[in-house]
């Protein structure tokens, strides 16, 4: 088992910056890949990012490309995401997610899921 807790979330006005962390407890060694995704009420999970737990690769979505970064702290077991530029569009719930086979932009690939923290821009 795998737990993830999100945190960092709050209200921004647009073109501030968030970070956002992930901190992983349980079988941590047995993630392949780590992502973040979001979600608006309403609609289904959105792909925002993700990262190897044992290499540098990384992507992400089209609409965060350049103003987003996914990074990890494998001794701290904390996934995060720096936001920058933020816009109004970007108002989700955001959520972190644990893959235990691969790397992967679906929702559906991946085995645990955090709680989600809030993110609000304001315009």
């Known amino acids: 088992q795998v737990q993830l807790v999100e945190s960092g979330g709050g209200l921004v006005q647009a073109g501030g910056s968030l970070r956002l962390s992930c901190a992983a407890s349980?079988?941590?060694?047995?993630?392949?890949?780590m992502g973040w995704f979001r979600q608006v009420t309403g609609k289904e999970h959105e792909f925002v990012a993700a990262?190897?737990?044992?290499?540098?690769?990384?992507y992400y979505a089209d609409s965060v490309k350049g103003r987003f970064t996914i990074s990890r702290d494998n001794a701290k077991n904390t996934l995060y995401l720096q936001m920058n530029s933020l816009k109004p569009e970007d108002t989700a719930v955001y959520y972190c997610?644990?893959?235990?086979?691969?790397?992967?932009?679906?929702?559906?690939?991946?085995?645990?899921w955090g709680q989600g923290t809030q993110v609000t821009v304001s315009s």
């Open positions: 997610a644990a893959d235990l086979a691969r790397l992967s932009s679906r929702p559906d690939d991946y085995n645990y």
């Open positions: 990262i190897s737990r044992i290499s540098d690769s990384a």
């Open positions: 349980g079988r941590t060694s047995s993630i392949s890949g």
